[in-house]
């Protein structure tokens, strides 16, 4: 079987051939999903880093720069993705339980359990009158806790747009939440 460079496959892909992304990812998509598995011991969820992995190589093939082989860069990715996503998810309990012990401590009717209901509401009605754009960094920023360079080179913007921004992420949702403020700002600096 005839081996073909790597600096070959780049560039066919670069240049949008299918056929050779359709073959590279035939090769690779089990043994990544299997690495991928053994990091977050769950199979469905290796599959979703697999396939996000290989739909944003394709999306940024033209501008992606590799200086390791295919594979080891392929492997990396789902690394480094697999691990983001663990430490999300502990981010995520660790919230949890903040929230429910500050329920468990404050909340005992139910006039008070629909205020959580009704607070929860009004935090995804104010994430949804964000610009789109604002939105997806503000989320990046808050619950996927990257660092504004992170984003900026994820989304190809300035770290001083990333930082303008999430400032008018903020004041929209200190606007849009202002009566729940003191709560909210305990949320935030959770996340």
């Not at 996000?52 to 789902?78: P, T």
């Not at 610009?131 to 190809?156: H, N, T, V």
């Not at 921004?165 to 729940?180: F, H, N």
Request: aromatic share 10%; hydrophobic share 40%; charged share 30%.
């Amino acid at each position: 079987m005839i081996q073909i460079p790597d600096s070959d496959i780049l560039l066919a892909i670069r240049q949008g051939n299918e056929r050779v992304f359709e073959t590279v990812f035939k090769k690779h998509y089990q043994a990544l999903c299997n690495y991928a598995c053994g990091i977050l011991k769950d199979m469905d969820d290796a599959e979703e880093v697999v396939q996000s992995i290989f739909l944003k190589f394709w999306e940024q093939r033209e501008e992606i720069e590799i200086n390791v082989s295919l594979k080891s860069y392929l492997y990396r990715a789902v690394h480094n993705t697999c691990l983001n996503r663990l430490k999300h998810l502990k981010i995520q309990e660790t919230y949890r339980q903040y929230v429910g012990d500050y329920l468990e401590n404050s909340y005992d009717s139910a006039t008070d359990i629909l205020d959580k209901v009704e607070l929860e509401s009004r935090i995804e009605d104010a994430l949804e009158k964000l610009p789109e754009q604002c939105r997806l960094i503000f989320k990046m920023s808050r619950f996927e806790e990257l660092k504004y360079q992170e984003i900026a080179d994820r989304l190809g913007l300035s770290v001083k747009t990333i930082e303008n921004q999430i400032g008018k992420a903020l004041k929209i949702m200190r606007t849009e939440l202002s009566d729940y403020l003191p709560v909210v700002l305990l949320m935030m600096l959770f996340f």
